[in-house]
């Protein structure tokens, strides 16, 4: 029997260049994950990426080593030579299936060629290196509100008694047209505002501020002009159950505007 999983986790990935870049302090947290996080091997990982959009709730049912998908255009060569080829499970696809359907979603899909996305290899590929931690992924519907993931969160809250790892993978900010590029050290404020907001609300345990921030929160719609990086923060919340706060793992910042802030949401 597998040790249970109480806590939920947030990565802000950022760049793709997480996975190459050592000059980036997420980095080395990532790398450093399972020393200083979290040292519980977990049975199985349950990751919801931005990068994976679909209308109604998708999840990937691999069968043997997942494919490596680089989804990133005109990045340095060797990126596109980088693998992580954890195994799927098709046992926890149909799992996240059932408990999603016994909740209330009319429709999920299962999709049996989809592999890794680089919202899930690229943190994963520093936090588990060895690749042997099967691996199932979660869409994020970007039609729907932050209080619909914070739903799915809640429906798959007893995955974590399985020994399964819930994940949600993104940016905690995420403009990409307003990004820094001179070199410069200092932080947008507008950027500043909303992630110190985050930080608030989810070190309250605020989670329903969370679920309508895009009216509670400074500056929401510069941060997230779209939500697809700030949605899997919301199942990761919604898994964490009741009477849990958000702590803030790591913050680092790049460009000015794109903060790594990463949460672990454990019991009060």
Not at 75 to 90: I, V
Request: hydrophobic share 35%; aromatic share 10%.
């Amino acid at each position: 029997m597998a040790a249970a999983i109480p806590e939920t986790f947030y990565i802000s990935h950022g760049s793709p260049t997480l996975s190459i870049d050592d000059s980036l302090p997420a980095r080395h947290f990532l790398k450093s994950f399972q020393q200083k996080c979290f040292s519980t091997k977990p049975k199985a990982i349950l990751i919801i990426s931005g990068h994976w959009e679909t209308s109604e709730p998708a999840v990937n049912a691999v069968s043997g080593p997942s494919d490596t998908i680089y989804d990133f255009y005109n990045f340095p060569e060797q990126m596109y030579r980088l693998k992580y080829p954890a195994p799927g499970s098709p046992d926890l696809a149909n799992r996240v299936k059932g408990l999603l359907l016994k909740s209330g979603f009319e429709t999920v899909h299962v999709d049996k060629k989809r592999g890794l996305d680089h919202g899930a290899w690229v943190p994963l590929m520093l936090m588990y290196p060895e690749a042997d931690i099967p691996v199932v992924q979660l869409s994020v519907q970007t039609n729907k509100d932050g209080a619909h993931h914070y739903r799915m969160g809640q429906a798959l809250r007893p995955l974590k008694d399985d020994g399964v790892m819930i994940v949600g993978s993104g940016s905690a900010t995420h403009n990409l047209r307003n990004m820094i590029r001179d070199g410069r050290k200092t932080v947008d404020k507008w950027a500043e505002e909303f992630d110190s907001w985050v930080k608030e609300a989810l070190t309250e345990g605020r989670y329903e501020d969370l679920n309508k921030y895009e009216e509670k929160a400074p500056n929401a719609k510069m941060a997230h002009p779209w939500p697809d990086h700030f949605y899997p923060l919301h199942v990761a919340m919604g898994a964490a159950g009741e009477n849990t706060t958000g702590e803030l793992i790591h913050h680092s910042w790049t460009h000015g505007t794109l903060s790594y802030a990463s949460y672990k949401f454990a019991a009060k």
